[in-house]
């Protein structure tokens, strides 16, 4: 993981002194909401139904295990307890007091962590697979040029007042983990013809109220141009992005409205400008940043040891392992998965007590290292195979050893009205439902992957556009519904979830989902034929009539 | 609404002149893009200094032509959240190199200075009495800078690799301490 | 629900003020006294709009201590107790409506 040197610590101190001073002219009523209000979303704190929200940014989704010990301690000192992994590898804290923000950013900058532009309109924390460095079919390290991007694109002085929020997603791997066609900007690394390796860039990419999947303007943008390139989008979007409308002023809307030819025309005339200039990245550069990368000084070992040969003599124990623990591109070594989804509880968050006891497990089994996916669950990324029977057992007496993920129970799902100013409906209960109803993991194993996304608003924060199953809560007569959508997809075949039927009120989500499982188990060619080529191969009309025949 | 330049509270010399109203002698005037762009030839052949306020959805290119010899830019921020003018900005400083004043009007305040001094403004008729004052402490903020950018300050990346090397400015401008 | 922060201002049953707190954002009621209380019992109901106008201007005023003031509805019992008018109400009022981590 990247290691900060005296520039990043002393940025992030200077950040989190301007904070405390304007923090300060709020509170004496210096500073109006007005003025203040675009200030603080900058630095990751919104108002919500109960309480200030503090979005921390997990940069490309590593922490280190010391960092994780001080969200627990954040959680406990200044909240109630807990937080809350997002979908763009953020960690939220929902009961933190504006007048003690300050001190929990002095706290959290202290271990390299921050909230700088995890909010407002300008560039989010920049996303990666959560198994960038350790996947075995990636061509090399996005996390580097995540960094590189990150620090250009951090307090830009031409890029913090966008039109609106801008997002970017990298991913060096055939099977895209990090979404990349539904961001502002996605890269793509991967190898040309002559096998060197550079960007594909897609841009336009973005859910929420009007969902695009992004387009190719440059199929293979050399390393060294990556910084210009992306200054050159930003300017063209800086200045032609609407700011007449807030619901048009993404520049997924900028590339409809202008098409995708006249937007790659106008960021390469920028780029002419000034490529091969100051934001050239020279070898040098990026050696810089790549030697603060630290890597794990990985023991030799063989693939399935004896004690992993043992141990799956326990029917719990191989469960786990064949659905939680994934190959690793270092021989005898393991990716595990922890499940934030247990049974009957809200996807995605971990007490404090649970974030310590991780932070230990991952000083004793994974370097000191852990990952927070977009699924919102947590990830060991560097695990010796011999070692799994022993992490299983303590991460089953955490509660994060549930063998569920990516199948039904694995839910993502945003706060939802519990929580949000903006939400139109809950989708924790929600969720909650849904997985006590497939509490039997026969069951859930039988049905097979299977993505639920669940919004509790048109913003799509749970990113229900692209799940196999998608649930958007909406409102009718001050009563919640829920529209339903199956078919979303979202890797490199990316595409939209179309919708099944009228929505349907909040007692019935769940048995609407019952049913599609029902429909899906009766409709599959094979077993090993999953939900979303199920969904691919007949469409949504067959399950369609089956969940409606009796609605 | 207080004009600040290098740190301190300056009168403001120029004139606000609006569309087709008489030109005053020998006084700076600051002119709509319209005006300028009509009357370019006889506006270039004044003696006293002659500046425009530029509109923030107007293309820097349309200008480019008039930038030697025009004394002062004024740019526009309707909002502060409205940041079209600093693209604007850093292509005024930086592509077409212009060395006189440019100027951030609008709804110019305290937090965004830093900002605003990095794309290159250098006077800022700042929307606040009691914010001209913090003007020489907001610029000093960070010491810290990931980008490089039209003041000239040594962005991060370089700096790790030259930690003995002077920052010397990448184009002329002084730097602030 | 739509934002009421962006509702047309007009009364269709009894309803209170309501705002988050500066410093620590709870939710806070507006009183009959001009001041601000955490409990929904103690605030000021009005039945009119231009009632509701009146102390909605007078509340959305006091900038100091309360952030993104609106009107909201509620419901009063046969004994006059004062009751969240809606869900998004009831859950600012009675908190999240899931359990929270910990304590489940």
């Keep these: 993981m990247y290691l900060y040197d005296d520039f990043d610590r002393t940025l992030v101190a200077e950040r989190v002194r301007e904070f405390r001073d304007q923090v300060g002219r709020r509170l004496s009523g210096e500073l109006t909401e007005e003025e203040f209000k675009p200030l603080r979303l900058m630095n990751g704190v919104y108002l919500q139904l109960h309480a200030y929200m503090l979005r921390i940014a997990i940069p490309y989704g590593t922490l280190s295990s010391d960092q994780l010990r001080t969200l627990a301690h954040v959680a406990r000192r200044y909240d109630r307890g807990y937080g809350h992994f997002t979908t763009r590898q953020n960690v939220q804290f929902n009961w933190i007091k504006l007048a003690e923000l300050p001190d929990a950013m002095a706290d959290l900058a202290r271990a390299g962590l921050h909230g700088m532009q995890t909010s407002g309109n300008c560039v989010r924390n920049i996303t990666t697979d959560q198994w960038a460095g350790v996947a075995p079919d990636e061509i090399e390290d996005a996390r580097v040029w995540a960094e590189l991007l990150r620090q250009h694109l951090t307090l830009h002085p031409e890029f913090s007042f966008l039109p609106r929020k801008f997002k970017i997603a990298l991913t060096a791997a055939a099977h895209d983990r990090a979404a990349v066609k539904v961001h502002d900007i996605g890269l793509r690394l991967h190898r040309n013809g002559a096998g060197e390796s550079g960007f594909e860039v897609i841009v336009g990419g973005g859910l929420g109220r009007t969902p695009f999947i992004g387009k190719v303007i440059k199929p293979f943008l050399g390393k060294r141009d990556l910084l210009s390139y992306v200054e ?57 940043i790549a030697g603060r990368f630290r890597y794990p000084d990985y023991a030799t070992l063989a693939d399935d040891p004896p004690e992993l040969a043992a141990a799956r003599a326990d029917a ?8 939680s623990v994934a190959n690793h591109r270092v021989a005898g070594h393991a990716i595990v998965t922890l499940s934030l989804k247990p049974v009957g509880g809200p996807p995605g968050d971990a007490t404090a007590a649970q974030m310590d006891a991780i932070a230990d ?31 299983w057992r303590a991460l089953d007496t955490l509660g994060v050893a549930t063998p569920n993920i990516g199948l039904v129970s694995d839910i993502i799902a945003c706060p939802g009205l519990d929580y949000c100013s903006l939400a139109n409906a809950r989708s924790i209960p929600v969720a909650e439902e849904i997985t006590r109803r497939f509490r039997d993991l026969d069951l859930a194993h039988g049905l097979g992957r299977l993505h639920i996304n669940i919004s509790g608003c048109i913003n ?6 692209i799940g196999h199953i998608g649930i958007l809560g909406v409102e009718k007569n001050g009563e919640e519904f829920y529209q339903v959508t199956i078919g979303g997809r979202a890797g490199e075949d990316a595409e939209l979830g179309k919708i099944l039927g009228p929505a349907v009120p909040y007692d019935d989500v769940a048995g609407v989902v019952e049913d599609i499982a029902a429909a899906y188990l009766e409709l599959r060619e094979r077993p090993d034929e999953i939900f979303i080529d199920t969904v691919g191969r007949l469409g949504v009309e067959p399950f369609k009539e089956r969940v409606y025949a009796a609605r | 609404m ?16 609006l569309d087709d109203a008489p030109l005053p002698d020998g006084v700076p005037v600051m002119l709509p893009a319209a005006r300028l762009l009509a009357d370019a030839r006889e506006l270039a052949a004044r003696e006293a200094p002659t500046g425009v306020v530029w509109p923030n959805d107007r293309k820097i290119a349309e200008l480019a032509p008039h930038l030697d010899w025009l004394v002062l830019v004024a740019l526009v921020f309707p909002t502060f959240r409205d940041g079209r003018a600093y693209s604007q900005a850093r292509l005024i400083r930086e592509r077409y190199r212009f060395r006189g004043e440019l100027r951030a009007t609008g709804q110019v305040l305290r937090d965004q200075f830093l900002f605003l001094y990095r794309a290159g403004f250098d006077a800022f008729e700042v929307s606040k009495e009691k914010d001209a004052p913090a003007f020489a402490d907001a610029v000093k903020r960070y010491s810290v800078f990931y980008q490089p950018s039209g003041d000239g300050r040594l962005p991060a990346f370089r700096a790790r690799l030259s930690r003995d090397v002077s920052s010397a400015p990448v184009d002329g401008r002084e730097l602030v301490r | 629900m739509t934002s009421p922060l962006q509702q047309k201002l007009k009364l269709a049953g009894p309803a209170v003020v309501t705002a988050n707190r500066l410093g620590d954002g709870a939710v806070i009621y507006r009183t009959g006294t001009g001041r601000w209380t955490t409990e929904l019992a103690a605030a000021a109901v009005v039945s009119t709009t231009p009632a509701a106008t009146e102390l909605l201007a007078a509340a959305a005023a006091d900038k100091l201590e309360a952030v993104d003031v609106y009107v909201a509805p509620v419901r009063l019992t046969a004994e006059r107790h004062v009751l969240p008018g809606n869900l998004r109400e009831r859950i600012r009022s009675g908190g999240p409506t899931v359990a929270l981590p910990g304590t489940g």
């Design chain 1, 232 to 288: 050159a989008i930003m300017r063209v979007y800086n200045q032609y992005g609407r700011r007449d409308n807030i619901y048009k002023a993404r520049m997924k809307i900028l590339v409809h409205e202008i098409g995708v030819e006249k937007f790659a025309r106008e960021v390469e005339e920028e780029w002419q400008s000034i490529r091969d200039g100051a934001l050239t990245l020279e070898d040098a550069v990026v050696a810089g």
């Design chain 1, 316 to 323: 719990r124990f191989r469960r786990w392992l064949g659905n």
């Design chain 1, 361 to 391: 497990l991952a000083d004793r089994y994974s370097h000191g290292e852990i990952r927070v996916g977009h699924e919102q669950n947590l990830v060991l990324p560097h695990v010796a195979q011999r070692d799994l029977p022993t992490l």
């Design chain 1, 460 to 465: 799509a924060c749970g990113h229900h556009h």
């Design chain 2, 2 to 17: 207080p004009l600040v330049k290098a740190g301190r509270i300056v009168e403001d010399r120029f004139v606000r002149v």
